[in-house]
C-alpha cells in the first residue's frame, strides 16, 4: 500500500524554490510575478489532492499495471501525481497537457529535477499549454517516440465528457489505459461535468473495458470517483 509520498531532499529543494517563486517580491527571469498564484497552489498542495493520488497509485499496483509513458490532462502542478508515478511505479516520462498558462513556469519549478529541457534534469518531465478539449496531443509528441501506455485525468468534472477527447485523438494514441476521476460536488462554478457515480463517468468515457471502478470520500469530505479501463 502506498500511504505517503517520499519527500527527498531533491523535492524539498524543488518545492522551496515554488514558494519562492510566489512569494511577494519574487520576479521570475522572464519578468513576471506569481504571487497570485499562491492560493491555487496552497489548493493543489492539500490533504485530499494527496489523498485522490495516492489512490490512483494504490490501484495500479494492486491490478499490477506496467506502465512506462504517461499523459497527464488538466494535471495542474503535477506537484504529487509526478513524484509518485516516477518514484514508485519507475515510470520514465510523464507528459503534462495543461490549458492554464500560469500554470507551466511553476510546475516545472515543482518537478525542475524531472523536467525535459536540453541540458537540465533527467528528461522525464514536460508541461505543454494545450485545450485537450479542443487540440490534439498528438501533435505534441516527438516523432517515433512510443505512445502513452497510460493518459490520467484527475478534474474530468472540469471538462467535456471524455468521448470527446479519444474522438479528437483518434489515430494518434494507439489503445491507452486510462484512469479518470470525477466527483458529484457541484458547487463549484468551474464543475461544469459532474456525475453521479462510476457508472456514470464509464458512460461519459465510452469505455469498452473496464478494470477498476470505485469511490472514495476524501478528507475534505468531497466524494471522487475512479474508473480504469479502455
Not at 495542474?76 to 500554470?103: C, K, M, Q, T
Not at 486510462?178 to 461535468?193: A, F, G, M, P, R
Request: hydrophobic fraction near 35%; charged fraction near 25%.
Amino acid at each position: 500500500m502506498v500511504d505517503y509520498i517520499k519527500f527527498t531532499p531533491e523535492l524539498a529543494n524543488d518545492w522551496k524554490s515554488v514558494q519562492t517563486s510566489i512569494s511577494h517580491h519574487h520576479v521570475s527571469a522572464h519578468g513576471w510575478y506569481y504571487k497570485h498564484c499562491a492560493k491555487r497552489v496552497e489548493d493543489a498542495s492539500t490533504h485530499s489532492q494527496l489523498e485522490s493520488k495516492l489512490w490512483i497509485i494504490e490501484e495500479v499496483i494492486k491490478l499490477n499495471i506496467n506502465i512506462d509513458r504517461v499523459a497527464i490532462l488538466a494535471g495542474w502542478y503535477a506537484n504529487f501525481i509526478v513524484p509518485l508515478l516516477i518514484d514508485e511505479l519507475g515510470v520514465s516520462f510523464i507528459h503534462n497537457f495543461e490549458i492554464d498558462r500560469d500554470v507551466q513556469y511553476l510546475s516545472y519549478k515543482f518537478n525542475n529535477r524531472y523536467k525535459s529541457q536540453s541540458g537540465m534534469g533527467l528528461g522525464k518531465y514536460k508541461c505543454d499549454i494545450v485545450d485537450v478539449m479542443f487540440d490534439p496531443i498528438g501533435k505534441y509528441m516527438k516523432m517515433g517516440h512510443p505512445n502513452f501506455d497510460l493518459i490520467i485525468n484527475t478534474s474530468c468534472e472540469h471538462m467535456f465528457p471524455m468521448r470527446n477527447f479519444t474522438k479528437l485523438n483518434k489515430g494518434f494514441l494507439g489503445n491507452p489505459l486510462y484512469v479518470l476521476q470525477s466527483t458529484d460536488e457541484d458547487k463549484y462554478d468551474d464543475h461544469i461535468n459532474c456525475v453521479s457515480g462510476p457508472e456514470d463517468l464509464i458512460q461519459q468515457s465510452d469505455f469498452t473495458e473496464v478494470i477498476y471502478s470505485g469511490t472514495k470520500e476524501l478528507n475534505n469530505g468531497m466524494k471522487r470517483f475512479m474508473v480504469i479501463g479502455r
